[in-house]
């Protein structure tokens, strides 16, 4: 089954310690992405990668790092986290280029509630 | 740079009730790609359609429509006959990269509730 794999799906931590979302599609995509949605913000693309070891900042990159060493796996690393990052992350997939035969269509992980106290 | 205005924040209308959500994009670029994505109360998102800048046509799916039209940088779409399976946050997204999601913008989401 075509899939986006987040893991936690729910994770309470505190300020400062360390974390890590792991992200991965089995899809073949070249094409990753992280959006967090908070309420009345929609949702807003932290990072995004075109392909292996190619990552560019989205709109709100600060206080993130992602890395992408093989094509299946994005993680998202939260070095010191704190509580402006508490909310909900998705991680999406897709094929880098359309042509006439695609949509172009994000396939979403079912998305990371993350709280940070 | 692009944006992505959805002025509706709630709606909510009675079952079998037509109802129209609105996007509203900016964008200097000639070609772009507009979106809508559906994301029922269970919260995963869902992709409606996409569709091109160089085709203005309209696009109907069973009780789905959308209205694209440059000239008022709008893509509305509506529910025709609404159900409370339509009960969801719809939203609208931009992406201004030629055949890319590399910057895919969206907006802040509509939340539609379709009452019995």
């Known amino acids: 089954e075509a899939q986006v794999t987040q893991n936690p799906r729910y994770l309470i931590t505190v300020t400062g310690k360390k974390l890590t979302v792991t992200c991965s599609q089995n899809m073949n995509h070249e094409y990753m992405s992280w959006y967090r949605q908070d309420p009345g913000l929609g949702l807003r693309q932290i990072y995004y990668?075109?392909?292996?070891?190619?990552?560019d900042k989205g709109d709100v990159p600060e206080g993130y790092k992602v890395s992408r060493k093989e094509k299946r796996n994005f993680p998202l690393i939260l070095e010191s986290p704190s509580p402006n990052q508490t909310s909900l992350y998705f991680c999406?997939?897709?094929?880098?280029?359309?042509?006439?035969?695609?949509?172009?269509?994000?396939?979403f992980g079912e998305g990371s509630r993350l709280t940070v106290l | 740079a692009q944006k992505v205005t959805q002025a509706q924040t709630e709606i909510s209308v009675v079952e079998k009730e037509d109802v129209t959500l609105d996007c509203v994009y900016e964008t200097r670029d000639t070609t772009y790609y507009l979106f809508w994505y559906k994301q029922p109360p269970s919260g995963e998102l869902v992709f409606l359609i996409r569709r091109n800048s160089f085709d203005e046509q309209n696009e109907i799916s069973g009780r789905y429509s959308w209205n694209f039209q440059k000239s008022t940088s709008s893509f509305n779409f509506t529910i025709t006959a609404s159900q409370v399976v339509d009960s969801a946050v719809y939203f609208c997204a931009l992406s201004e990269a030629v055949g890319a999601n590399s910057k895919l913008t969206f907006g802040k989401g509509i939340t539609l509730s379709v009452r019995p």
């Open positions: 999406a997939s897709s094929l880098a280029v359309w042509d006439t035969w695609n949509t172009g269509e994000l396939f």
């Open positions: 990668s075109m392909n292996v070891e190619v990552t």
